[in-house]
């Protein structure tokens, strides 16, 4: 018999989380506790193992060893659990480009089963700024305009955990502050965990009080914002970024 998961568990567990590809190790052994109502970044360089990770963590790709549990739910055996409680977003995974925006959302919308549907939609779309794009098929939308309708697609089912990559990528600065303090605002009202992927140091500076070093898929460093500033003695992130991708060692 299954066993329900614990109501007072960590939004994301990860314990030595590997995931092997022949002789190539994307993601080595990766551990780390996502508490719930809190935001982490999880950084590295390209192939660093972000996206794979967040595929173990959505239960799209089966570990090749270690555990993934999202609000205490083994992805590899229980995802859909979980899933119907958290969600997704990235600027790069394409809507049908056919579809409108509205019949994308709902689509969605009826796939998490969300109650009145018609005025969630309306809502997120008046909060996004999507409501004069509604009826506009997905393809004709810029880039920006699709990571609106991407983030949008993403708080459909209120999650309690939310899954971010890039979340901001494509956006000019006036939108993209405009959706950090959403964000931000969305977390405090409603206790959402969020695992932030992004190469704007910025952002992740202001949305998160933990930050995940990735590199050649191993966690290399973790901290806040503040403690890998002190411990590298540099100014802001992206520094820190730099010497950790070029080897130089903190302190």
């Known amino acids: 018999m299954r066993r329900a998961p614990d109501p007072a568990a960590p939004a994301i567990l ?14 080595d052994s990766l ?15 390209n ?13 799209l790709l089966i570990p090749s060893a270690g555990s993934a549990r999202v609000l205490g739910h083994d992805m590899a055996r229980d995802r859909f659990a979980a899933l119907a409680r958290a969600n997704f977003s990235s600027p790069y995974i394409a809507l049908p480009h056919r579809l409108s ?43 920006g305009q699709k990571t609106r309708v991407a983030l949008a697609k993403s708080l459909i089912n209120r999650p309690d955990v939310l899954l971010l990559d890039e979340p ?9 502050d405009f ?13 959402c965990a969020i695992l ?24 290399v460093d973790s901290g806040s914002p503040a403690d890998l500033l002190a ?14 991708a070029r080897d130089r060692r903190a302190g």
């Open 101 to 143: 925006v509205r019949e994308n959302l709902a689509v969605y919308g009826h796939l998490y089963g969300v109650a009145g549907l018609g005025e969630r939609i309306a809502e997120l779309s008046e909060q996004l700024s999507l409501t004069d794009l509604l009826d506009r098929p997905a393809g004709e939308l810029s880039a």
């Open 31 to 45: 551990s780390f506790t996502l508490p719930r109502g809190e935001t982490f970044g999880l950084l590295g360089g």
């Open 168 to 176: 901001t990528a494509s956006l000019d600065p006036d939108t993209a």
């Open 196 to 219: 932030l992927a992004s190469h704007n140091m910025a952002e992740v500076e202001r949305l998160c009080g933990h930050v995940l070093m990735l590199k050649r898929g191993r966690l």
């Open 47 to 59: 192939g660093a193992g972000k996206s794979t990770t967040i595929a173990m963590l959505l239960g």
């Open 14 to 27: 990860a314990e030595g989380l590997t995931k092997r590809y022949g002789d190539t190790l994307a993601v």
């Open 231 to 244: 411990r590298y003695g540099r100014d802001d992130l992206e520094e820190v970024f730099l010497d950790i």
């Open 179 to 191: 959706v950090r303090s959403w964000l931000e605002r969305y977390r405090e009202r409603s206790g």
